[in-house]
């Protein structure tokens, strides 16, 4: 069973556009969640999170928005650069708990 | 600046064989984090420490065990080695207890069964 599903394995944007991943939850108890980043052969890094208590989180070119009503959230990046390509995992909590639950992935292609 | 170094980087064992897969971190970290990654899955979960002497099983604990040498080192012991557990494993570490606090990970090992 998955709880936490991205359901777009692949999205391709042109340099200069917004891109926009998306993830959806099944699981109302989640209240925290993370985006991951990874390039091949390396392993997952952090990139932007937010709580269950707000609607959106800003950092530079990345924001976050979750829908809570919706079980959903999405990652916009703008403007997207070619160095944005790479896997995106979206990532998800319950405040107190040790585990996060991840999605598939989705490989992000930006062309210049 | 080292973060999470993950050894070996690849290993190819064949069925039956037992290997430990290394982990050892520089940041002072609490927690200690095993995931393996398969194509369509994401990473799922094997077992965790959230702090030295403590080690919890995670979402595909079965045919591995962990061991949290101390603060820093953390290890992940295939005894009898299967095809269905070729994947490539990240070990992880956090600062605090909880996971809403960021996952530092390592750069993966790559491990094929036969």
């Known amino acids: 069973d998955q709880q936490v599903k991205q359901n777009s394995p692949s999205l391709s944007v042109q340099e200069g556009r917004i891109s926009i991943l998306n993830c959806d939850y099944t699981?109302?108890?989640?209240?925290?969640f993370l985006w991951y980043k990874k390039y091949p052969a390396e392993g997952p890094t952090f990139l932007i999170s937010?709580?269950?208590?707000?609607d959106k989180n800003e950092d530079g070119r990345f924001t976050v928005f979750l829908n809570k009503s919706a079980k959903h959230l999405s990652l916009h990046i703008v403007p997207s650069q070619p160095g944005d390509s790479a896997v995106y995992f979206c990532?998800?909590?319950?405040?107190?708990?040790?585990?996060?639950?991840f999605g598939q992935g989705t490989r992000l292609t930006i062309n210049p | 600046n080292a973060g999470v170094t993950q050894t070996p980087k690849f290993q190819v064992l064949k069925t039956g064989q037992s290997m430990t897969l290394q982990c050892a971190q520089d940041?002072?970290?609490?927690?200690m984090y095993w995931y393996r990654q398969d194509p369509g899955m994401g990473l799922r979960l094997i077992y965790y420490?959230?702090?030295?002497?403590?080690?919890d099983k995670g979402e595909v604990p079965n045919g591995y065990n962990v061991s949290r040498l101390n603060k820093r080192e953390f290890s992940l012991r295939l005894e009898s080695a299967a095809p269905s557990q070729t994947s490539v494993y990240f070990c992880?570490?956090?600062?605090?207890?909880?996971?809403?606090?960021?996952?530092?990970f390592g750069d993966g090992t790559r491990l094929s069964i036969l």
């Open positions: 992880a570490s956090s600062e605090g207890r909880y996971s809403n606090q960021p996952q530092h």
């Open positions: 699981n109302s108890m989640f209240d925290y």
């Open positions: 937010i709580s269950s208590i707000k």
């Open positions: 940041m002072n970290h609490n927690s």
């Open positions: 420490s959230a702090s030295e002497g403590t080690t």
């Open positions: 990532a998800a909590s319950i405040q107190g708990a040790q585990k996060l639950v």
